[in-house]
Nanobody, 124 residues
Framework: QVQLEESGGGLVQAGDSLRLTCAVT????????MAWFRQAPGKERDFVAGIDWDGSNTYYADSMKGRFTISRDNNQNTVYLQMNSLKPEDTAIYYCARRVSGTARTLASEYPYWGQGTQVTVSS
């Protein structure tokens, strides 16, 4: 059974940190790019960060650069998103996604496999 399972979300205060984890089962992991997206209420699903199959290249939305770090462990079939200096505008449901190519892209339509999401709420 194909499964991408996010965890690590929660309620934090502005300036705090969170580490999201996405565990992948039932799918080949170590040759495909992974990414994190987020969706706030009433808004589009936006790209947050992406990582190529071997971790050699990472990509970030401009507003996340310097605050968020994506990484992966191909031995554990897991991708992470370290989020520092969180702001109230980071409040959203965060989703992990897997491509069918080794290079990450920023469009949600490029990712056929998705998790159910984990809620991140940042209070001011």
């Amino acid at each position: 059974q194909v499964q991408l399972e996010e965890s690590g979300g929660g309620l934090v205060q502005a300036g705090d940190s969170l580490r999201l984890t996405c565990a992948v089962t039932g799918l080949t992991f170590n040759i495909y790019a992974m990414a994190w997206f987020r969706q706030a209420p009433g808004k589009e699903r936006d790209f947050v960060a992406g990582i190529d199959w071997d971790g050699s290249n990472t990509y970030y939305a401009d507003s996340m650069k310097g605050r968020f770090t994506i990484s992966r462990d191909n031995n554990q079939n897991t991708v992470y998103l370290q989020m520092n200096s969180l702001k109230p505008e980071d409040t959203a449901i965060y989703y992990c996604a897997r491509r069918v190519s080794g290079t990450a892209r920023t469009l949600a339509s490029e990712y056929p496999y998705w998790g159910q999401g984990t809620q991140v709420t940042v209070s001011s």
